[in-house]
């Protein structure tokens, strides 16, 4: 038989694609009937500034390879044209499922349990004609710009993601001829204009139908003819997509600097615009038709998130998580000597964050600390943790921070705090050259009486307090000298100085991930040919890696069993005969963010468990600073395997993938639903409690409060 | 229990680095951090004689971020050491003034000797593994940027050490001005090894079979040390494996020698260039095992530092090491080794019972100890003139151990046991200063006794007791030989003795 070449495009989904199918089963989310209804309503605003965010990065960024003139195929073999032409009809089939689902199924449901949407302004009664007309005229009237163009006003440029009223009109006298006006629909006024109540019944009508039924008031000489939403997006995002191969960098470089800021590469309109006024902004926007969306609906799906937060609907949501405190901590207000008696493993957001904030808090404040160093990657507006280290700077501690200010729409949020940390005293590393830190690691260096020991916290989430109640991560917190001395080599590595004669125990990205990688892959293959029991799992956001999807399958034709837990992108196909018929790959799209990176190899017998920052993506293994760690201790170790377990047999939120393709919701006959994310959170409680109740029981005096 | 932090900064001649150091009271020394950054220093010096401006500046802003890292542990103490390229740079000392002004950092500069020395002292540090392998004949092959270092080892003693200039970045140097492409390097590096290795072992190697290599460079061993670690194994190697090791980079270009091995690209024609070294020095030895602790000059200042602060001993004898390289040297200018081992015996005991006299310390005894050993060696050159010839021969000689002071310090020693003391040449000659020059004259009258009580013959005082008795000082000599010749040869070399300390030294012999 001859060989089978796994790098082969046909093996490989093209990761648009893939994408897409992503933010399907996010939609799915939103039509699942046994979800809450605003926890519905939720995922739909998710799918839309999803696909929102889509756009802006990857179709632009296929744009410009297009406009390049880049002609190298992706994985699947597909070139950025038969991409975007696919993309266009995979986009407009998940916008109709959107709007669908919107206006059969959403909106007459929330009628039912008491929030009227209205659609038009036109179905506004009398009474609530007026009432929206004193509102339009004492708090939207004044924030508004109108613009006409005619011969000597030109185009005014409609600003990236703005929702828009474009309106055809002729002077009320004199000439007659058609002229384009726009005025944009105001992000600083709450798009959800709240009605007087009928009875119980919540009513709401979005803003921009408030300004069309006014928009005579705007152009009082003129007569309006017809007006409609409208919405572009922008390639607005100019900083070079990271995900690009080098070569194609440098030639969009290129080609940046000869085009125009920020063309246009998505338009939506209201279902049934004005012809003439549609081929005015077309023409203008200079827009090809299969970038255009005509749509049956509200524009920007995104403002759900708002109807979402309006009072009065909790029974129809969610009730939220509280996180728990991690037993190990019950019962121990010092996060040094809890860390000295054994590694502790948090799992967030089931187990609280707080021992990660208390752990920089504490060292901020310890006397025995001589050095903190942290990296950051996306923070929270008020981050507790750079307060905190803006306090062991100004303590007198060594603070090194990397901040990496290439984290996307995150960038000016970055430059202020680190400034902040700047002031402090702190040495703020802003980034390395050519490379993104994306690695979650944080050192405490401490002088104790046997000599100086290192602190580490290792995660594969980001150090936001905020997200760690919404994201799915793995934490490690250790003072092992091994893990000290290899994270002392991070940061030294991260502070332009040459590698470590060797890694304990830490593997890192871009030098090593992807190898360490590979040969744990081709170990079980090896291992699975020499008859012994080899398996993988591996869990992920994304799995997108030509060598790795290779190795894998490589793997998995040598006999090796390999589950996949990969949340989003997924360009590795299932059940080919002879190349991945011992592969499966399942989604779980809940309530929190999958977000953990988790790797299980069976080694024999001897099996190895790895946490870490990165995804199997080029990106990742390539062209950033990522960390992967073991979990060594025996308990620990079962507990992540537990973590692993237990996601492989929910039967509620996971969708398998299909040899063609699809992902559909595992087949419960004869099955329990099993939903892992709620059966964490219960875990978590449970455990927390009996933890507690043993440190109550073991306590045989009583300690008094001290007021402070 | 008291924990002590050391750092020991290397100003080497492609790569500044430091070490942390915590010493723990229980001889234990423990590296905590190892910072090390590229910045090729050697080149310049090499090439041109002197380090640009640019880099000096380079290192100034290096040595700070040290500084801070210092602080980040709470360092107590430091020491930086700057080797070959900031020696043979010509403008060493108004580079170190402004280091030292800018940085606050004060580089000592290190001899080549004492550099190796620091070397081998961290080799050492390994203590088990090194006591083991030296149980074989072993050779330390010491690779610096401008030259190389291989000291010969048997039955756990130095036989002998030499200084090639082959060095790393001298050869580097060599073949890029040659226009030789990284992919002939391979072939071209014997070619200029070669002929220095051919004569290091016609005159120093003979027909020694040297068993064991142990390896100490910045290029080779870090991605040894890596293999040996991935494979959870010591780095050592048979040759056989050692070539096999290498014989991974035949047909690779730069980028794939550079994952291969794990090293930057950079390093490739340095990696390329030093393998290649250990594997000629390996061939003319004849050696069968290579080890590779992947030690620096930093870990051999932990111990020197370590020692210093009695808060480590090492269980190898150092100063027996410098004693022997000095009798190897003395060998090889055909000094009869009793003789020298007669005269040490004597000098050493003089010495001792002058403590109170002299006030000199354990470390100036050495200085007399090998002054001893090499009187003689002068008669090499010229019977007539040999205290000038032996300091001649002194300067130009290496003796590990010693700094250039130290050096300088035994060759007038040397030198003054037999000529004339000239008081304005012993300071205007060299760069001692005046503290070294009241050692060496103090030393100098000491072993101009012993000289006298030796006379030129061997054995014919048996015993002799020392007795400080007023300003006399009674050398009570037991002998069954006539020793009227020796007291007459004593008290001409008397004179200086009782210039220098005030006291008449007195021959007073007892026939048994």
């Known amino acids: ?708 | 229990m008291s924990t002590k932090t050391f750092a020991a900064i290397d100003v080497g001649s492609f790569e500044l680095s430091m070490k942390i150091f915590e010493f723990n009271g229980k001889n234990k020394i423990r590296e905590i951090d190892c910072i090390s950054k590229k910045l090729d220093l050697g080149s310049d010096s090499y090439a041109r004689g002197k380090i640009d401006l640019k880099k000096v500046e380079e290192l100034c802003e290096t040595l700070q971020e040290f500084k801070n890292s210092m602080e980040s542990y709470g360092v107590e103490e430091y020491k930086a050491y700057g080797t070959s390229a900031v020696r043979e740079s010509k403008n060493m000392d108004i580079l170190l003034d402004h280091i030292e002004k800018a940085t606050g950092i004060k580089i000592d500069v290190l001899s080549n000797s004492e550099q190796r020395f620091l070397d081998y002292k961290s080799v050492a540090a390994k203590g088990e593994e090194f006591r083991k392998i030296l149980e074989g004949s072993t050779a330390i092959v010491d690779i610096g940027g401008g030259s190389i270092q291989i000291s010969l080892f048997e039955n756990d003693t130095l036989v002998s050490t030499q200084n090639i200039r082959i060095g790393v970045l001298r050869v580097n140097e060599i073949l890029s001005q040659a226009s030789v492409p990284t992919s002939r390097y391979r072939d071209m590096c014997g070619e200029i090894v070669m002929p220095s290795l051919d004569s290091y072992k016609k005159l120093y190697v003979k027909d020694r079979e040297i068993k064991n290599l142990i390896i100490i460079d910045d290029y080779l061993s870090p991605s040894a040390v890596r293999k040996a670690v991935e494979k959870n194994a010591d780095p050592v190697m048979t040759v056989k494996e050692y070539d096999r090791f290498i014989s991974d980079a035949d047909n690779k270009n730069s980028t794939e020698l550079s994952k291969a091995f794990g090293i930057e690209s950079t390093i490739v024609p340095l990696f390329i260039i030093s393998s290649q070294l250990v594997k000629w020095v390996a061939s003319i030895l004849g050696a069968e095992k290579i080890w590779t602790p992947g030690v620096r000059l930093s870990d051999g200042m932990a111990y020197e530092y370590a020692e210093k602060i009695k808060m480590f001993r090492g269980e190898h004898d150092f100063e027996r090491d410098i004693l022997a390289s000095a009798y190897s040297m003395a060998s090889r200018y055909e000094c009869s080794r009793k003789k020298c081992e007669h005269l040490e015996k004597i000098a050493t005991g003089l010495f001792d019972s002058l403590k109170n006299v002299h006030g000199l310390t354990k470390r100036e005894k050495l200085y007399l100890r090998i002054a001893a050993i090499l009187a003689d060696v002068g008669k090499y050159v010229s019977l007539e003139n040999f205290g000038e010839t032996g300091y001649q021969i002194v300067m130009n000689s290496e003796i590990i151990g010693l700094s250039h002071r130290e050096r300088e310090i035994v060759a007038n020693i040397v030198r003054y046991n037999v000529s004339e003391y000239d008081y304005n040449n012993s300071r205007a000659d060299g760069d001692l200063d005046s503290a070294s020059v009241i050692i060496v004259a103090k030393l100098a009258a000491i072993l101009r006794v012993a000289t006298g009580l030796t006379g030129g013959y061997i054995g014919k005082i048996k015993d002799f007791k020392p007795v400080l008795k007023g300003n006399q000082f009674l050398i009570n000599a037991d002998s069954d030989m006539d020793l009227t010749m020796e007291k007459a040869f004593f008290e001409s070399k008397a004179g200086f003795f009782t210039e220098v300390y005030n006291i008449t030294p007195v021959l007073n012999t007892k026939r048994s």
């Not at chain 1, 990742?620 to 377990?645: G, S, T, W, Y």
Request: hydrophobic share 40%; net charge neutral.
């Open chain 1, 1 to 708: 038989m001859a060989a089978v070449n796994y790098l082969n495009p046909k093996y490989f989904v093209n990761r648009e694609l893939s994408w897409i199918k992503f933010d399907h089963r996010i939609l799915n989310e939103a039509r699942d009937k046994s979800n809450p209804l605003f926890e519905r309503i939720k995922f739909l605003s998710i799918s839309a500034s999803n696909l929102d965010e889509f756009f802006m990065v990857r179709i632009a960024s296929l744009m410009d390879q297009l406009n390049a003139g880049y002609d190298k195929p992706d994985i699947a073999g597909m070139l950025p044209d038969e991409q975007l032409t696919s993309l266009s009809v995979a986009i407009h089939e998940l916008m109709d499922l959107q709007y669908t689902t919107l206006n059969r199924s959403i909106m007459p449901a929330l009628e039912d349990v008491g929030l009227t949407i209205i659609k038009r302004h036109e179905n506004l009664s009398e009474e609530d004609g007026k009432f929206v007309d004193k509102y339009f005229e004492e708090n939207v009237y004044p924030v508004l710009t109108p613009m006409a163009v005619d011969s000597s006003r030109p185009f005014p440029l409609i600003r990236n993601k703005t929702l828009n009223i474009g309106a055809l009109i002729h002077k009320k006298e004199g000439d007659k001829t058609m002229d384009f006006a726009t005025v944009q629909v105001p992000g600083v006024l709450p798009r959800i204009v709240e009605l007087p109540k009928k009875g119980k019944q919540t009513r709401i009508i979005f803003l921009e139908e408030v300004i069309e039924r006014n928009i005579e008031k705007l152009f009082l000489n003129y007569t309006v003819v017809c007006s409609y939403p409208f919405r572009i997006m922008r390639n607005a995002d100019l900083s070079i997509e990271e995900e690009e191969a080098a070569d194609l960098l440098k030639e969009i470089e290129k080609q940046l600097k000869r085009r125009q800021w920020g063309e246009a590469i998505r338009l939506e309109v209201e279902a049934g615009m004005d012809k003439n006024l549609l081929k005015k902004i077309k023409k203008e926007l200079q827009i090809s038709d299969e970038n255009i969306y005509s749509i049956d609906g509200p524009l920007d799906l995104t403002v759900f998130m708002k109807v979402y937060g309006l009072k009065g609907f909790d029974r129809l949501k969610i009730k939220p998580h509280t996180p728990v405190q991690n037993p190990a901590f019950n019962g121990h207000s010092d996060i040094f000597s809890v860390i000295r008696k054994g590694d502790v493993l948090l799992h967030h957001p089931y187990e609280s964050f707080d021992p990660v904030v208390e752990f920089v808090r504490r060292a901020s404040k310890d006397k025995n600390v001589l050095a903190i160093k942290q990296t950051l990657y996306r923070v929270s507006g008020n981050s507790p943790i750079i307060e905190a280290l803006s306090e062991a700077a100004e303590n007198g501690k060594q603070v090194t921070v990397l901040v990496e200010l290439k984290a996307r729409f995150d960038e000016e949020n970055n430059i202020n705090w680190a400034k902040m940390l700047e002031q402090a005293g702190a040495h703020v590393i802003y980034g390395l050259v050519g490379l993104k830190t994306h690695c979650k690691i944080t050192l405490v260096v401490r002088r104790e009486s046997d000599g100086i020991r290192r602190y580490v916290h290792l995660g594969t989430g980001n150090y936001n307090d905020i997200t760690a109640r919404l994201y799915t991560d793995i934490g490690l917190l250790t003072c092992k000298e091994s893990f000290g001395e290899d994270a002392t080599a991070v940061f030294n590595m991260l502070s332009g100085y040459s590698e470590p004669m060797f890694w304990n125990k830490l593997t890192v990205a871009p030098l090593w991930l992807k190898d360490k990688f590979l040969s744990l892959i081709a170990r079980e293959k090896n291992n699975a040919k020499a008859g012994k029991k080899a398996e993988i799992i591996a869990k992920m956001n994304s799995l997108c890696d030509r060598d790795i999807i290779a190795a894998l399958y490589e793997a998995s034709s040598a006999g090796v069993k390999i589950r996949l837990i990969v949340r989003g992108i997924c360009c590795l196909k299932v059940g080919i005969p002879g190349v991945s018929e011992n592969i499966t790959v399942r989604s779980i799209v809940g309530n929190f963010l999958e977000h953990s990176r988790i790797f299980y190899f069976e080694n024999g017998g001897n099996s190895e468990v790895y946490c870490g920052s990165a995804d199997w993506m080029p990106r990742n293994l390539e062209r950033r600073v990522e960390i992967m760690f073991p979990i060594e201790n025996k308990e620990l170790k079962a507990q992540v395997i537990h973590i692993l377990d237990c996601l492989l047999q929910d039967t509620g939120k996971a969708a398998m993938l299909n040899s063609d393709g699809d992902y559909t919701k595992i087949d419960r006959r004869g099955k329990k639903l099993f939903i892992a994310q709620d059966y964490f959170c219960e875990e978590a409680a449970k455990e927390s409690l009996s933890a507690k109740d043993e440190v109550s029981k073991s306590n045989r005096t009583f300690t008094p409060e001290i007021h402070k």
